[in-house]
């Protein structure tokens, strides 16, 4: 079996070496832009380049180094029935289920006024925090999605889901389909977007779904940045119907240092960092994957192209 490794990555030892440990069997080869063509059965990529697919025909299957695949699927000459296989968690769900806590204990229990005060030498304790007053609403129900929404049930705070088809989730009120959008919004304070970029998920987080949420809001995006209508979530806080926004995914990134975003209190920006891909728990779970599907198994985690998820 061959395997081909697709990531730009300037240091490919970092990811061959251990695909070689746990594929003792496979010739492992690394993509050369330049090189011949490998007659490769399996490709592990990142953002590949589209000559991939025009020179490598015998590919059985490819492996996406990430759980969101709308890169992968927007190059172009990728072959309508190659499998694609996305990460499924592989160490990500935790992660992120943290970074979306630390985000709304910031706002629920006022940690920067408690910074303020300490910066001006000020002992003073404010009332605390009523969980009822922070309804949290989890945008996606997938791996991310309810791992986060679990976290914060447990933690008894009140947590909506909503995603496209039903789900049953102990302690979280789910919601299923666009038509229960509205209903979703109104009922949340904090927005947290876990999505998939889709055609149908792009700009979701719009000034009409923004303005529908409780006043005071909070809104956490850890799904992509083209999820996100820049100049409404602006507009939403000047408005005060927005009081804070944790942005972690952004339309560009790096995020150009003349970008408005910047200036404003408001908003906290991190580069792209709620959920690192652990390179162990990656290889493990793509090369599991590879094995047991070049010995015929069924694998989970292949794309459906046609809803872009
Ligand atoms: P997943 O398991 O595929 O889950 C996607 C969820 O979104 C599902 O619950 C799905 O609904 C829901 N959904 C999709 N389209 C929808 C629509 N039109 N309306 C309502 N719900 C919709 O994906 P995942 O592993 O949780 O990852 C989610 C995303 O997180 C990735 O695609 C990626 O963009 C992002 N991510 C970001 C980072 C980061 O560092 N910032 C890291 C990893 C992942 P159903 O359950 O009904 O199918």
Redesign the pocket.
């Known amino acids: 079996m061959k395997v081909l490794f697709v990531a730009g990555d300037p240091k490919p030892e970092r990811w061959t070496v251990p695909i070689k440990e746990l594929l003792p069997e496979a010739e492992i080869h690394v993509w050369d832009a330049n090189g011949p063509t490998v007659d490769a059965d399996y490709a592990i990529v990142w953002q590949p380049p589209a000559e991939l697919f025009e020179r490598e025909k015998k590919l059985k299957a490819v492996f996406n180094l990430?759980?969101?695949?709308?890169g992968l699927l927007a190059v172009p000459n990728l072959p309508p029935h190659l499998p694609v296989v996305?990460?499924?968690?592989a160490g990500?769900?935790v992660q992120?289920a943290e970074y979306v806590l630390h985000q709304l204990l910031e706002a629920s229990r006022g940690m920067e006024t408690y910074r303020e005060q300490q910066r001006e030498g000020i002992w003073k304790i404010h009332r605390p925090i009523k969980r009822s007053e922070w309804p949290v609403g989890v945008?996606?129900?997938?791996?991310?999605?309810?791992r986060v929404a679990r976290t914060l049930s447990d933690l008894d705070y009140r947590v909506n889901g909503?995603?496209?088809?039903e789900?049953d989730l102990e302690g979280v009120t789910t919601f299923?389909?666009?038509d229960s959008l509205p209903h979703f919004l109104q009922s949340t304070r904090v927005l947290v977007n876990?999505?998939?970029?889709?055609e149908?998920?792009r700009d979701i987080l719009n000034y009409t779904h923004l303005s529908q949420l409780m006043p005071g809001a909070v809104v956490i995006n850890?799904?992509?940045g083209e999820h996100l209508v820049e100049d409404d979530l602006l507009r939403a806080i000047d408005d005060s119907h927005v009081a804070r926004a944790s942005l972690?995914?952004f339309r560009q990134e790096p995020l150009p240092s003349d970008h408005p975003f910047w200036q404003r209190p408001e908003i906290t920006i991190t580069p792209?960092?709620?959920?690192?891909t652990l390179r162990d728990a990656t290889l493990e779970q793509i090369t599991g994957k590879i094995r047991a599907h070049h010995s015929g198994q069924s694998i989970t985690g292949i794309v459906d192209t046609s809803?872009?998820?």
Not at 139 to 146: R, Y
Not at 162 to 165: D, E, I, L, N
Not at 272 to 276: E, T, V
Request: proline share 2%; hydrophobic share 40%.
């Open positions: 990430g759980a969101g695949i709308d996305r990460l499924e968690d990500m769900s992120m945008m996606g129900l997938g791996h991310i999605g309810k909503w995603a496209r088809s789900h299923a389909g666009a876990t999505l998939p970029l889709t149908e998920t850890v799904g992509r972690d995914v792209h960092i709620s959920a690192r809803r872009g998820y």
